[in-house]
């Protein structure tokens, strides 16, 4: 912070890394386990959640999760990998549905399929059956099954604006995309 000043946001992410974020220039600081990561870029879903600004149009947003040290945006999306096997988590998902109740807001569960639905032409991808449930809570939280499966919560839902919501949706399915789950089981390991 001598060097950089004050960041214009700072993230704890479960207690696993801090990252700060600065605009002018560019730069991302990720602490975690004693390690220092630094990019010279902030993620889009930063970009446009945190600061109000509109990312730059690319295909996926750049997602980073605790256990992403080795940070990398390709140019252009690198093909998904080919060991996803859809009925691999289908479990997953039928586990998740059980433990979580749809919303009883139907405007929230319309939002949230509607941020999905402005993304779907631009996001397919193999072995992928993108869907997205709102789902109660009063908690504000969001997590992805690799089967293509997104669940919202409608308190987040409700705190957000569309784009907001939609680049929400995008940092989910970027998680799927980018095979994030695997790098969290090899961390487990």
Do not use: C
Not at 104 to 114: C, H
């Amino acid at each position: 912070m001598k060097q950089h000043g004050l960041p214009q946001a700072i993230e704890l992410e479960a207690n696993r890394a801090f990252l700060m974020y600065y605009r002018n220039p560019p730069r991302t600081f990720i602490f975690h386990q004693g390690r220092l990561v630094t990019l010279a870029e902030v993620p889009r879903s930063v970009l446009i959640l945190t600061f109000d600004e509109q990312a730059p149009q690319t295909r996926w947003p750049i997602t980073i999760t605790g256990d992403t040290l080795a940070l990398v945006t390709p140019p252009k999306p690198q093909p998904p990998p080919a060991q996803l096997d859809p009925q691999a988590y289908a479990k997953d998902a039928a586990y998740v549905h059980r433990q979580i109740t749809a919303t009883a807001d139907a405007s929230q569960q319309r939002r949230a399929a509607a941020a999905l639905t402005q993304l779907a032409p631009v996001a397919s991808m193999p072995a992928a059956n993108w869907s997205v449930l709102a789902f109660k809570s009063n908690e504000s939280a969001a997590f992805a099954v690799p089967d293509g499966s997104l669940f919202v919560s409608d308190s987040l839902v409700r705190q957000t604006n569309d784009a907001e919501l939609t680049a929400l949706v995008a940092h989910l399915m970027g998680h799927v995309r980018y095979a994030h789950y695997q790098l969290d089981m090899a961390a487990d390991l």
